[in-house]
């Protein structure tokens, strides 16, 4: 007996598992179906063919068609086994189906194609080298079958960006059942990780420039010879995942202003893909209302900490607390007056900061009009900068920026990108938020200006981790990410200011739980 690759290709709901609902899938993604297509015909050997297995059901859900180079092979206990077409063959059960095609020198590749009962049998039985799976996060609908619980033995090995199709965002994972010593050892450049090399190229024959990887081209030799990539880790989540883990394993122990020592190295780099996906990490939760409602706040040029209170968001309770803001020198301000930060020099900036309380109109520059009149009049200019950072109003400030400067680039075709600079930054509270902070802003600029939004890059200076954050993190970085969720606007906003939170539609989120960690101030 020739031993052959048995692969499982699903699709699934990212919560439920849910595959199916009265015989037939419950979306529609037409690249998934192309995904399909491409990996169940992906074979080395002209001469041979792929068989793929699937029971009574599925083969009636596909219209009992056969599929073009492909053997089907039904499971069914009723259907004859005298079929007429010599691409499709019937057996009683999914035993003497593998064992025929394992002696049949004519088949390369077998693929197990659903549904629920032949999912679970084959891999009950052991006959499963690899899954393809596609994660679709779609759960307020309704199933009947689902996708069993994928064993142990078997170990993701790839996890793409996040695609959106009709707003639902999906994803593509490869699991291989291997030892998990045997997986961590292998090395891609060899080969032993074809399904990866195989998947990646097919992926980008299905999306092309949607794909950023196809955008941003790296020779393979060098992301392989990287230690810190062992597999294909596409989903941008991974970025910040991988980032937590650089600091754990090689930050320098710091003392700080706060009492609270980090751990910090300095000089890192994200990039985020917003035309797929929204970047809201799915590995905790994260509050996305509050992220909103602090950069209206800031988009108002407001410096009033109440305001935000007033909305139950407390990000800037700590740093506007009366404790705080004698500790600082500023004792002489009401509590949760600010004084002149992001908001303040995003609208008004160098203007002369007396209180929370004073009208501003016309006080400063006004950054944010000039920069959206310059990206709608002129949007190959290279000066789309956003700045925050004001050396003569750093003392009155109750926190210097953190997120110090964005610039923004209008593509060939029409698209907006941002590119952030932090000077420091809380990788454990801070970053998710200003990652998806600076997206919607991104997004916002993009609407109000007639583009459609594009990448987000994020550099950052000290990134640290607080030394009351290590277990958090460690218990975050257990987790496997899910697919990123899509946000749209439920409405066309000609002026900045007057997006409101019920604007806001977030779709597909379905992320692990919150994980609390406390504000070092």
Known sequence: MSEKNVSI?????????????????????SEDLKFFSKITNNKCDSNKKNALIMGRKTWDSIGRRPLKNRIIVVISSSLPQDEA???????????DSIENLMNDDSIENIFVCGGESIYRDALKDNFVDRIYLTRVALEDIEFDTYFPEIPETFLPVYMSQTFCTKNISYDFMIFEKQEKKTLQNCDPARGQLKSIDDTVDLLGEIFGIRKMGN???FPKEEIYNTPSIRFGREHYEFQYLD????????????????????????????????????????????????IFEELIWFIKGDTNGNHLIEKKVY???????????????LGHREENDLGPIYGFQWRHYNGEYKTMHDDYTGVGVDQLAKLIETLKNN?????????????????????PPCHVLSQYYVTNDNCLSCNLYQ???????????NIASYAILTMMLAQVCGYEPGELAIFIGDAHIYENHLTQLKEQLSRTPRPFPQLKFKR???????????????????????????MAV
């Not at 754990?248 to 190295?265: D, F, K, P, Q, V």
């Not at 990000?315 to 020198?329: A, D, F, Q, T, V």
């Not at 000077?423 to 938020?433: A, E, T, V």
């Open 492 to 518: 066309k906003v000609e002026n900045i200011e007057d997006f409101k939170w019920e604007d806001i539609e977030l779709i597909g989120y379905y992320p692990y739980p919150t994980i609390k960690m406390d």
């Open 85 to 95: 077409d010599p691409n499709v063959v019937v057996f009683r059960n999914l035993e």
């Open 315 to 329: 990000i800037w309770s700590g740093n506007g607390s009366k404790e705080y803001l004698e500790r600082i020198g």
């Open 243 to 290: 980032l937590l883990s650089r600091v754990l394993e090689n930050g320098a122990y710091r003392e700080n202003r706060t009492g609270i020592s980090t751990y910090s190295i300095f000089g890192q780099m994200m990039r985020f893909d917003m035309r797929e996906s929204f970047p809201l990490l799915t590995t905790k939760k994260v509050a996305i209302r509050s």
């Open 379 to 399: 949007p190959k200019d290279r000066r789309h900068i956003l700045t925050a950072w004001n050396p003569s109003a750093l003392s009155q400030m109750a926190l």
């Open 423 to 433: 000077r420091s930054c809380d990788l454990g509270l801070g970053s998710p938020f």
């Open 215 to 217: 955008r941003h081209k």
């Open 9 to 29: 290709v699903v699709a699934a709901s990212v919560l439920s598992s849910g595959i199916g609902i009265n015989g037939q899938l419950p979306w529609s993604i």
